[in-house]
């Protein structure tokens, strides 16, 4: 475990409450994963059959295809891409108010890393796959009893609730649904918010961190307390066992 993250939990299991947001299309503007894969290195027709039809999940698609990447143009591919410009201001606030934040990824450090260098956020804590030298993946998150996802994020969100620690989660997409069920309060757009509203299940919509952070900061005692409303009524997916 790195540096980051041994910091990251010493603060975070005390605390009253924790931010974890996820990154691809949630801090970056759009999903850098997605991007490089389905530019330099796409899945076989059978692979994206099978994790559409919800036979397989995330790492069989990462093993038909970022495992091939050519780095040094996937690493282009990432310079090119933008994040959410009201984010570094969260992140600020964040930590002005004593709110632990970690990053809770299904995509990879090597392009996650890059982006936060150029953007001066290398020492926030992430939660999120590895590609150790070309042509070989490292999951160093995984779920051991599940390979639905690579990195899981439901068991970040499940270690700090079952500190009583309350959690605010931020996402859009499809590994989003499943961490969404083990957190307190979500801020969803995409198909994570498609997923909630098809669910019946509370959340608060956004378009950009300035929106969040104006919504946590309007109710931070309630939030720190458990008794903001829009609480998440999700049941945890059957694939989440631990």
Request: net charge negative; proline share 7%.
């Amino acid at each position: 475990m790195s540096s980051r993250l041994q910091a990251f939990w010493s603060g975070a299991l005390s605390a009253p409450l924790v931010v974890l947001s996820d990154f691809d299309f949630t801090i970056s503007q759009v999903d850098v994963g997605d991007l490089i894969t389905t530019t330099l290195c796409p899945p076989s027709i059978e692979t994206i059959q099978r994790v559409k039809g919800g036979e397989a999940g995330s790492r069989v698609w990462y093993m038909d295809s970022m495992v091939r990447v050519d780095l040094a143009k996937a690493e282009a591919i990432a310079d090119g891409v933008a994040i959410d410009p009201a984010f570094p201001a969260f992140v600020s606030w964040c930590r002005a108010e004593s709110i632990p934040l970690a990053v809770v990824s299904d995509g990879f450090g090597f392009y996650i890393s890059r982006i936060f260098g150029r953007e001066g956020l290398s020492d926030l804590p992430v939660f999120c796959n590895e590609m150790p030298e070309p042509g070989r993946l490292a999951w160093p998150n995984a779920n051991p009893v599940c390979d639905r996802c690579a990195c899981c994020k439901p068991n970040v969100a499940r270690r700090l609730r079952e500190r009583g620690v309350r959690v605010v989660y931020i996402g859009d997409g499809t590994s989003d649904m499943y961490a969404s069920a083990f957190a307190d309060w979500v801020f969803a757009k995409g198909a994570l918010a498609e997923f909630l509203m098809e669910q019946g299940s509370p959340f608060f919509p956004f378009d950009s961190f300035a929106e969040i952070q104006a919504k946590l900061a309007a109710e931070l005692p309630a939030f720190r307390s458990g008794e903001a409303r829009g609480q998440v009524t999700l049941s945890p997916s059957p694939h989440c066992t631990f």
